[in-house]
């Protein structure tokens, strides 16, 4: 088995790799670093089933391998990404998922686009099935994200009714652990290492805002399982577990022995999902798959990742 991991270089992507070369597949990471690092894949660099290529998927590529999977994740993925990057970001999803999809269709390999739950918008219902359609500004800040996710979707079941290829969309919720960037801006990330660094945490609004965060090889578990099944319409990946960012704060906070009102209120970013949780009975049923990984433990093992490269 042999499968193409495009953002390979990034958080996930990366995690998706050791998976896939511990299961015996050959790997090619493909890559232009604009958010990922040589680093996340540093220990795969010398292995014979790893093969790492310096490339922006919005240009076409030859691989002159076959290929049972394409794997699409490249694209920006934290607000703070991709509003320093709209344009490239709105590229990797467009033209990007072209190249992506066109490419499995010629090597006759199955794909597998990530997408977000960010294509719920600021979501009038919750939890989230995969049947809402959202609530999303196509013109906000955010839009330059939410928008070219769903145009990624739209595209990838436009190739699925065209050409019969099999691929399958993953809506990943808030994901979390080793090899997020420091400053990347998401929210788990900045309170750890603002708490490593004695600063207050930075809660925008009131923080009365949910997220439900998964931990990092639950979701790589359940994205492994979806890539060798057959499902034409989107399938949630994220762990139901919903806490506000205050709570989260205060839970960062005490792991650091600080007051748990060691904070400091920003303004709230326009547009700002009110909420998010996913509904995965779909990814249950379909994968016999849920998440394992606590938030106390998640927490913990990302705080300690956090401390030994950056501490
Ligand atoms: P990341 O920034 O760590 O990884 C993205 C990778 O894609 C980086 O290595 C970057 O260099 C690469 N990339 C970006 N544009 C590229 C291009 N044009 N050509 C080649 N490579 C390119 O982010 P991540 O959190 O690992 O996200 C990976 C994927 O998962 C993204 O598609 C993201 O939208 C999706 N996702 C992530 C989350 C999350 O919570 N982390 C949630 C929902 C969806
Ligand atoms: N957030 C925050 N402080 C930060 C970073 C983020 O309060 O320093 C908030 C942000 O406004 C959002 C939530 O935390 O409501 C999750 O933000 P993140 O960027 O992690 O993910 P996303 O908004 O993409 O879900």
């Not at 391998?65 to 990404?81: I, R």
């Not at 977000?116 to 009038?124: A, M, N, R, V």
């Not at 928008?147 to 993953?170: G, P």
């Not at 319409?233 to 650091?256: D, K, Y």
Request: charged share 25%.
């Amino acid at each position: 088995m042999r499968a193409l991991v495009t953002g390979g270089a990034g958080f996930i992507g990366s995690h998706l790799c050791d998976e896939l070369l511990k299961a015996g597949a050959d790997v090619i990471c493909l890559d232009n670093l604009i958010t990922g690092s040589e680093e996340n894949i540093a220990h795969n660099l010398g292995n014979s089933s790893f093969k790492f290529i310096k490339h922006d998927v919005c240009r076409p590529v030859n691989i002159e391998e076959k290929l049972d999977y394409v794997l699409h994740l490249a694209s920006p993925a934290s607000p703070k990404d991709y509003l320093k990057y709209p344009i490239e970001t709105m590229n990797a999803n467009s033209v990007g998922t072209l190249n992506m999809l066109e490419l499995a269709r010629k090597k006759g390999a199955s794909f597998l686009l990530a997408s977000t739950s960010e294509i719920y918008g600021d979501p009038l219902v919750s939890p989230q099935t995969e049947e809402y359609l959202g609530n999303v500004s196509c013109t906000g800040p955010r839009s330059v994200y939410d928008e070219a996710k769903r145009f990624a979707e739209a595209l990838t079941s436009s190739y699925v009714r065209e050409f019969s290829l099999d691929a399958k969309i993953a809506r990943f919720f808030n994901t979390y652990g080793p090899r997020m960037r420091k400053n990347d801006g998401r929210a788990i990330p900045n309170f750890i290492w603002q708490a490593m660094k004695n600063d207050p945490l930075t809660v925008y609004g009131n923080g009365s805002q949910t997220r439900s965060f998964c931990y990092i090889s639950d979701l790589v578990n359940g994205l492994i399982k979806l890539m060798k099944i057959k499902v034409d319409s989107p399938v949630n990946l994220g762990n139901p577990c919903e806490i506000s960012i205050l709570e989260l704060a205060r839970i960062v906070n005490r792991l650091f022995n600080k007051n748990e009102n060691n904070v400091s209120y920003q303004p709230l970013p326009q547009d700002d999902p009110k909420q998010r949780r996913p509904e995965i009975s779909k990814a249950k049923a379909l994968l016999d798959w849920e998440p394992k990984i606590g938030f106390d433990e998640g927490i913990k093992n990302t705080v300690e990742w956090f401390r030994r490269v950056y501490g």
